[in-house]
């Protein structure tokens, strides 16, 4: 007869709840990615928007269009549309909301870092481009406003 330790399944209770508080913490980043995505946030496209811009994943066909109002340097109205899957539209749609009431150049300083705290977890290189494509959109299309109205980029 083989002998197979066990003593590793030997857990006590304080493991145990912090083991089940980490598995219900990814769960409901996964409930929060499904939710935004069956019922996202902020899409359509507005009458006369101050900036558009669209950016494309040709790794994956994922695709966000982002539209956008600014007054007195803040962004005022936001919304997308979209193709893809459901990281790259769960995300531009909890972007969108993170983003409203944000001056351009705060929107401009943003990294992947802002889009990773939005979702918490950490995601490999193929599905990275996928969760930043709102981002890029919306910061290109600031940029060409910048340009656009001949404003100074801080």
Same mark, same amino acid.
């Given at each position: 007869?083989?002998?197979? +330790?066990? +003593? ?22 996964? +409930? ?5 995505? $069956?019922?996202?946030?902020?899409? %359509? ?16 066909? +994922?695709?966000?269009?982002?539209? @956008? ?14 193709? @893809?899957?459901?990281?790259? #539209? ?10 409203? @009431?944000?001056? &351009? ?11 990773? !705290? ?5 995601? !490999? ?8 494509? %709102?981002?890029?959109?919306? #910061? $290109? %299309? &600031? ?12």
């Amino acid at each position: 007869m083989v002998h197979i +330790d066990t +003593d590793f399944l030997k857990l006590d209770y304080a493991t145990c709840i912090i083991l089940k508080k980490e598995m219900d913490t990814e769960q409901f980043k996964r +409930d929060k990615l499904l939710e935004h995505y $069956h019922h996202p946030h902020n899409v %359509g496209t507005l009458q006369e928007p101050d900036f558009s811009s669209i950016e494309y994943n040709p790794s994956c066909g +994922d695709q966000i269009q982002i539209e @956008g109002q600014i007054q007195n340097g803040v962004l005022t109205a936001l919304v997308f549309i979209g193709s @893809g899957c459901i990281l790259s #539209q769960a995300v531009a749609s909890m972007f969108t909301e993170v983003c409203k @009431g944000k001056t &351009i150049h705060e929107i401009l300083k943003m990294d992947k870092e802002v889009v990773l !705290g939005l979702i918490g977890m950490s995601l !490999g290189p193929t599905r990275l481009r996928c969760a930043l494509l %709102g981002l890029y959109a919306l #910061q $290109h %299309g &600031i940029q060409a406003y910048i340009e656009e109205h001949e404003l100074e980029s801080e």
